[in-house]
């Protein structure tokens, strides 16, 4: 990846991941680019906690871990004059499928990281912060804690930092690659010591946490924009992006596209530029379906991507949600029959099994569709999927029920012709094992090269 860093460099527009190409990520490196100036800025300056919040309010900052909820917003909430400890987390564990941009921070910029939770702790009065990282990237958990040494050394964590009444220590914790800790509360379980499974809420972190006192979660990307905020001002954060989508995003672009990869664009920026940044299509072939926002999200058919703006409200009004930023590209060849079966097996593996909905609904989700697409489905079983998914969504605890069925909804509403020709004629539209011999014949060439 590193290699992928010196080529692409993330975007013309990049503030997180700009310049960086794996042997820079060092704490003199990151000084040089202005580490740690905001947070000189307002420990020096004397800014006042409300005034730090008041900042990331003004630039539209939304969490980027999924939900997209506004991120000073969720700062307000924590409780200010609570007597006890409160903590500060951060979501590193990023295990949507086809998302990798926050090991990307962790692997070429931890400091960013670092300096963002700092700030944020500042601006809640937390004393203690945990980042909850991925277990298997465990070469960037080691990378991260290089970086905490860095920064303890240096008097930005620990105690009285740089010389002022302010402490807060941070400490890295690693998960062991499930899926559910990717949700907020299963993750304080995790971090707990016990089986990683969402929490009923309320009570909602903000009042009932880690360790049952006040805790606020936020996602690494969310935090790594902190410090550019501070530094520069919310307003031009905000003027980055577009009014209520601040900023720049990191997208990671996967599928048929002919250079994979993350890209840092300015929120609002035209798919087609994205695509066209990713190197267009591959082979050419025509664009027939996308992935948004990580693979919980509903399909959006290609040529209605094609018009639409990478921002909260504008793939929102499409159908489906930003989500991680993940954007997953299908082209021509691609089989959605088949599509849609991985990854109602994938959420069918990762359900923790707490809720029975999720637990038997995911299963029959997925069988459903192996049948159909291995030629024994039934034309029934299209209002029975869909049936299921309504069966499913909003009757969880957590969201994995929703990120199980929106994709299933949505596949068979958008190519509902593809299903109806697998079960008419016991084949896929598109070829043998769901791709054409051609695609699966270049896909041979270039792994071979």
């Not at 990869?261 to 695509?275: D, I, Q, R, S």
């Amino acid at each position: 990846m590193a290699e992928f860093a010196k080529t692409f460099d993330y975007g013309p527009d990049a503030i997180i991941l700009k310049g960086l190409d794996g042997s820079n990520w060092r704490l003199k490196d990151y000084e040089s680019r202005a580490g740690y100036a905001a947070l000189k800025k307002i420990l020096r300056d004397g800014l006042k906690p409300e005034d730090v919040i008041a900042e990331v309010k003004k630039s539209a900052l939304r969490g980027r871990g999924g939900a997209g909820f506004p991120t000073g917003l969720k700062w307000s909430f924590m409780p200010r004059s609570f007597p006890g400890a409160k903590y500060l987390v951060c979501n590193s564990d990023e295990g949507e499928p086809g998302t990798f941009k926050d090991r990307d921070i962790l692997r070429y910029n931890p400091h960013v990281l670092i300096e963002g939770m700092i700030i944020a702790a500042y601006a809640m009065g937390i004393a203690v912060g945990y980042n909850y990282i991925h277990g298997e990237i465990w070469s960037d958990y080691d990378r991260f804690e290089e970086a905490l040494e860095e920064a303890r050394a240096a008097g930005y964590l620990g105690e009285k930092i740089l010389g002022t009444d302010f402490s807060f220590q941070l400490h890295a914790f690693h998960g062991f690659g499930a899926y559910i800790c990717g949700e907020e509360t299963a993750l304080l379980e995790s971090i707990e010591g016990k089986k990683g499974q969402p929490r009923f809420k309320p009570p909602f972190p903000a009042s009932f946490g880690l360790y049952g006192k006040p805790t606020t979660i936020n996602n690494t990307e969310t935090f790594a924009a902190v410090p550019y905020i501070i530094r520069e001002g919310g307003e031009a954060f905000l003027n980055l992006g577009k009014p209520n989508n601040g900023g720049t995003k990191l997208f990671s672009v996967s599928g048929n596209v002919a250079r994979p990869g993350n890209y840092e664009v300015k929120l609002g920026t035209p798919f087609a530029k994205l695509l066209e940044m990713a190197g267009g299509m591959r082979g050419g072939r025509k664009i027939k379906g996308v992935i948004p926002g990580g693979s919980s999200m509903p399909v959006i058919k290609g040529d209605v991507m094609m018009s639409i703006d990478m921002d909260y409200d504008s793939i929102a009004k499409a159908g489906s949600m930003l989500g991680s930023g993940a954007v997953i590209v299908m082209d021509e060849d691609t089989c959605m029959v088949k599509a849609a079966e991985r990854l109602a097996y994938f959420y069918f593996e990762e359900s923790c099994g707490q809720c029975t909905p999720c637990r038997e609904g995911t299963g029959w989700l997925y069988r459903i569709i192996h049948r159909i697409e291995h030629g024994l489905g039934r034309q029934e079983d299209l209002d029975l999927l869909l049936n299921l998914a309504d069966q499913i969504q909003g009757r969880t605890i957590c969201a994995l029920g929703d990120a199980a069925a929106m994709p299933v909804r949505a596949f068979v509403k958008n190519y509902r012709e593809e299903f109806e020709y697998h079960i008419a004629h016991k084949r896929c539209m598109v070829g043998p094992g769901g791709y054409s011999t051609r695609h699966v014949a270049e896909s041979l060439a270039m792994a071979a090269e």
